[in-house]
């Protein structure tokens, strides 16, 4: 397979994977610090976020699963080296679905609930999704 370069891919599981861990630090009032600043940068111009027990969970328990996320993505790209051609392009269309009903489903809830600055994250992580797929080569093989 050597048509296929997985870096992209990886890199792109490491984004998420950071992104996910970052989100973690809202479950604990010591280390929310950097998880308001970016419900402040999500949400501008709404005033501060009351970081009450449901808001610590509701984020902690998104970043545990982005955090999961990023590494099943980590772990299919590693596996992609080793797979058939059939298998790879497969298996990474079956994920271009999962990323594109995320993109829609997540992007329209933040829009219908003000957070249009999450749409256009949502955006620039899709973004950052198909470059990786088009330089990893592999839907091409």
Known sequence: MSEINIFPLKLFAWVVILFGAVLCLAGFTLTLAPVDLLYKVFHPGEGHAVWGDHLRFSTGLMGA???????TLLALA???????????????????TGMIIWLVIDSVISIANGFWVNALSNAVIAAIYFWAIGKSGVRKV
């Open 78 to 96: 590693k596996h992609t080296a080793i797979m058939n051609a059939a298998s790879v392009k497969a298996l990474w269309g079956s994920v271009t």
């Open 65 to 71: 699963v982005t955090l999961g996320w990023g590494l």
